[in-house]
């Protein structure tokens, strides 16, 4: 049996009448009447009793009506959804993430905003570091990319890169600090004789950037503790365990006890971006798109709308 069949066959049991389920399906009786019997052939018993002036359904057609109401619902169900997924409004998308996104105001706003659009798609979000992501994203196990890499990144030719979010690193001290008490902004070679706070994991893109910053001034960071989190990470500058470079949105992290100084060099600029591959599929350009609206939304002055150019 097939689904034409199986559809023909309701449409006669609910009507019990061949001329008004012929109508209701928009064909000729006579095919409708060939493929009953074809199904009760194939079954090998009757499924609907007739006479001249009425049609019934037999014991096996009333078991069979059953079945096959569930069946077509659920191909239905499966034609709709695989429609769904072709123009983007079904299926999953996989996100990483960094750390710092989710302290951003835009990052509740994309996915209330996604979810409100797109109810029927599952979101898989994954907390990764910047170079994990861009991995991911190159063995197809990721979707969409939502990173912050070092201002020197150019992005491969088969990934389509856009500006989200544009702040600053900030230099975070413990409050007793001796950097903590002075005015204005810090230059870089100001923290070269303290100690850092830094991340254990590499392909942080924070940390690389910070890194950067200090061999530009002329050092290397003395890290004398390590998180596996940014969030982490200001705790222990908090703990008195050192000094930590972080992205500005973390003066809301609500840890007291820190102080966030400005770095006075043009290197501290940073960038959050979303990624995709150049080649993807429609249901991550939907949450791309998305992403760029609920940028614009939230800080329309910081956040042009344009692809990083790769190498």
């Given at each position: 049996?097939?689904?034409?069949?199986?559809r023909y066959?309701?449409?006669v049991?609910?009507?019990?009448?061949f001329?008004?389920?012929?109508?209701?399906?928009?064909?000729s009786?006579?095919?409708?009447s060939?493929?009953?019997?074809?199904m009760?052939?194939?079954?090998?018993?009757?499924?609907l009793?007739?006479?001249?002036?009425t049609v019934e359904?037999?014991?096996?057609?009333?078991?069979?009506l059953?079945?096959?109401?569930r069946?077509v619902?659920?191909l239905?169900?499966?034609?709709e959804?695989?429609r769904?997924?072709?123009?983007?409004?079904?299926?999953?998308?996989?996100?990483g993430f960094?750390?710092?996104?989710?302290?951003?105001?835009m990052?509740?706003?994309?996915f209330r905003?996604?979810?409100?659009?797109?109810?029927?798609?599952?979101?898989?979000?994954?907390?990764?570091?910047?170079?994990?992501?861009?991995?991911?994203?190159?063995d197809?196990?990721?979707?969409?990319?939502?990173?912050?890499?070092?201002?020197?990144?150019?992005?491969?030719?088969?990934?389509?890169?856009?500006?989200?979010?544009?702040?600053?690193?900030?230099?975070?001290l413990p409050?007793?600090?001796?950097l903590?008490?002075?005015?204005?902004?810090?230059?870089?070679?100001e923290?070269?004789?303290h100690?850092?706070v830094g991340m254990?994991?590499?392909?942080c893109?924070?940390?690389?950037?910070?890194?950067?910053?200090?061999?530009?001034?002329?050092?290397?960071?003395?890290?004398?503790?390590?998180?596996?989190?940014?969030?982490t990470v200001?705790?222990?500058?908090?703990?008195?365990?050192?000094?930590?470079?972080l992205?500005?949105?973390?003066?809301?992290?609500?840890?007291?006890?820190?102080?966030?100084?400005?770095?006075?060099?043009?290197?501290?600029?940073?960038?959050?971006?979303?990624?995709?591959?150049a080649?993807?599929s429609?249901?991550?350009?939907?949450f791309?798109?998305?992403?760029?609206?609920a940028?614009?939304?939230s800080?329309?002055?910081?956040?042009?709308?344009v692809?990083v150019?790769?190498?």
């Open positions: 049996m097939d689904y034409r069949q199986l066959f309701i449409a049991a609910e009507e019990l009448s001329s008004r389920a012929a109508k209701r399906l928009h064909v009786q006579p095919p409708l060939t493929q009953i019997k074809a009760e052939e194939e079954l090998g018993t009757q499924l009793a007739r006479t001249r002036r359904l037999t014991q096996a057609g009333r078991l069979l059953e079945h096959a109401r069946a619902s659920e239905d169900l499966a034609s959804t695989v769904r997924a072709a123009r983007g409004e079904a299926g999953v998308v996989r996100v960094t750390g710092s996104v989710p302290m951003l105001d990052f509740a706003e994309l905003s996604f979810r409100s659009s797109y109810p029927r798609v599952k979101i898989e979000l994954r907390h990764m570091s910047t170079a994990k992501q861009l991995q991911a994203i190159a197809a196990e990721l979707d969409v990319a939502i990173m912050r890499p070092p201002l020197d990144f150019r992005p491969a030719p088969d990934l389509q890169v856009h500006v989200v979010w544009r702040d600053r690193l900030m230099a975070f409050l007793d600090h001796p903590a008490g002075t005015t204005g902004a810090l230059k870089m070679a923290l070269a004789e100690e850092f254990a994991d590499s392909g893109g924070v940390a690389d950037q910070g890194a950067m910053l200090c061999r530009r001034a002329g050092f290397v960071p003395r890290v004398v503790q390590e998180a596996h989190e940014l969030r200001l705790s222990l500058v908090a703990a008195g365990l050192g000094i930590a470079i992205p500005s949105c973390y003066q809301d992290a609500g840890v007291a006890n820190v102080v966030a100084k400005p770095l006075d060099t043009v290197d501290a600029e940073s960038r959050m971006l979303v990624a995709m591959r080649n993807a429609l249901l991550p350009r939907r791309v798109e998305c992403a760029l609206q940028a614009s939304r800080a329309p002055a910081l956040v042009p709308d692809a150019v790769s190498r």
